[in-house]
């Protein structure tokens, strides 16, 4: 069964930062691209930022804006969200998921084995 596991989440004042880990289990973790996802209360899920297998590929949403790095450890099959320059805009529920469909694809749809989710809140 495939498992991802998302921590680091809590409530930082804007301005603050914040990193983020999913650990997955290997099955789900090896050759795959990786993506980070978020879903604010009554808004659909949306796509944040996404890593190839090798790591050399990243792709951000716009509203990243530079704010944002995601990363991978292929040896502890995790990934992980740096987060800078928080704002009250991205408090929300941030989820790590593996990639099923073509790298560059944003849409949940394009994504499995999806994780229980980390709660970042961001006060103002």
């Known amino acids: 069964q495939a498992q991802l596991v998302e921590s680091g989440g809590g409530l930082v004042q804007a301005g603050g930062s914040l990193r983020l880990s999913c650990a997955a289990s290997r099955r789900t973790f090896v050759g795959s691209n990786m993506a980070w996802f978020r879903q604010a209360p009554g808004k659909e899920r949306e796509f944040v930022a996404a890593i190839g297998w090798s790591g050399d590929g990243t792709d951000y949403a716009n509203f990243v804006e530079g704010r944002f790095t995601i990363s991978r450890d292929n040896g502890k099959a995790a990934i992980f969200l740096q987060m800078n320059r928080l704002e009250p805009d991205d408090t929300a529920m941030y989820y790590c998921?593996?990639?099923?469909?073509?790298?560059?694809?944003?849409?949940?749809?394009?994504?499995?084995?999806w994780g229980q989710g980390a709660q970042v809140t961001v006060s103002s």
């Open positions: 998921a593996r990639q099923r469909g073509r790298w560059g694809a944003r849409g949940p749809s394009d994504y499995d084995s």
